[in-house]
């Protein structure tokens, strides 16, 4: 296999980039049996010049190959961890000795927790997330790691229009106490955002032009905002969201955004999900890389996901991936064809 540079994203490559080091990060999810060994997978990270990696636990044959590379990682604990973290301080603090300190890798974010506000361990995230902060601090980690967690869209009551964003009732006084930590620490609150099940599941009152970056005109005007898409639409409900929690100052990032290509056709495609992307990238890259109610704020983005999944449970989520196990590119994406 080799890889081609393409002119498609060439005259962009001035904004939204260090060097050839696209502002942008992709998932590595580890559901497969056939997935590329860690040093492949990071090799492909490099030559497709991706700035940022996602890892869902901090498996060590990974880090290792992240070591020296420059990635900024983002990484957290499993979710069967965190009430031990919340409960035993020297938990965390072992577990930044184990998985954080012996590794010279640009860690830059710590998720303690992936969708899980809503169920029985999402009380002790913010425990959890005080406890690692000091940890670092403790362990003598001199570099900033943000430490925060990972919102899904169900933890908001409503969306639209985005200045009506608003969390659910019974995970208010969690999300308060989060906020407030990330506040006070200068940290992210990131969320997982799939425009592709909000159209896939009201195809006929949400557009395809909408979620896929396919119009040039406002879709929805609210108040003094106006929105071209729903990706944008939504990191802003998030703002308004937290803006009644009292906490507007907190940045919103997106931990994983993608759309599948198979499983659940028309709404899953190829060009659907060339289209989201493809539309998302440029719009992280051409200078746009805020949304309307945070113009200063450039939304940090990862996309899901490296490689599809094939012990993921059911066609649409076994498909996000840009490439195929093979590392074959399922479709044109980060300037990269493969013959
Ligand atoms: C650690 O990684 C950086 C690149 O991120 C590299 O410049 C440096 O030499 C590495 N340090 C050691 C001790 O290997």
Same mark, same amino acid.
């Given at each position: 296999m080799f890889l081609v540079i393409t002119l498609l994203f060439l005259s962009t490559r001035s904004t939204g980039v260090v060097g050839d080091t696209l502002f942008a @990060?992709?998932?590595? %999810?580890?559901? %497969?049996d056939n997935l590329p060994s860690p040093t492949q997978t990071i090799s492909l990270y490099q030559k497709i010049n991706i700035g940022w990696i996602r890892l869902y636990e901090p498996f060590p044959d990974l880090l290792?190959?992240?070591? %020296?590379t420059g990635l900024l990682v983002a990484v957290g604990p499993k979710n069967e961890e965190i009430k031990t973290l919340a409960d035993q301080y020297e938990y965390a603090v072992n577990w930044v000795k184990t998985f954080i300190a012996p590794y010279n890798v640009s860690f830059n974010w710590i998720t303690v927790g992936n969708e899980v506000i809503q169920s029985e361990i999402g009380r002790y995230v913010p425990q959890a997330m005080r406890h690692i902060k000091a940890a670092l601090t403790q362990t003598g980690i001199s570099r900033t790691i943000h430490v925060t967690t990972v919102l899904s869209t169900a933890a908001l009551a409503n969306s639209y229009p985005p200045s009506a964003g608003v969390f659910k009732p019974q995970i208010t006084e969690v999300l308060t106490e989060i906020a407030s930590v990330l506040s006070s620490t200068d940290s992210?609150?990131?969320?997982?955002?799939?425009?592709?099940? =909000?159209? =896939?599941?009201?195809?006929?009152?949400?557009?395809? =032009?909408? =979620?896929?970056? @396919?119009?040039?005109?406002?879709v929805v005007i609210d108040g003094n905002y106006q929105y071209t898409n729903i990706f944008d639409a939504a990191v802003d409900s998030f703002n308004a969201a937290l803006e009644k929690l009292g906490h507007g100052g907190v940045k919103v990032y997106v931990a994983e955004t993608g759309w599948p290509t198979r499983g659940n056709p028309p709404y899953t495609s190829v060009e659907n999900a060339r289209a989201y992307n493809q539309g998302l990238l440029k719009k992280l890259t051409t200078g746009a890389r805020a949304t309307p109610r945070r113009p200063q704020v450039p939304v940090v983005t990862f996309?899901?996901?490296m490689f599809n999944e094939d012990l993921k449970q059911g066609e649409v989520e076994q498909?996000? @991936?840009?490439f195929t196990?093979?590392?074959?590119?399922?479709?044109?994406?980060w300037n990269v064809k493969c013959l």
């Open positions: @990060g992709v998932c590595d %999810g580890r559901n %497969g290792n190959s992240l070591q %020296g992210p609150l990131m969320v997982n955002i799939y425009p592709y099940f =909000a159209y =896939a599941s009201d195809p006929s009152h949400v557009s395809l =032009a909408y =979620a896929t970056f @396919g119009s040039d005109k406002p996309f899901f996901e498909s996000f @991936g840009f196990p093979n590392m074959v590119p399922v479709y044109d994406m």
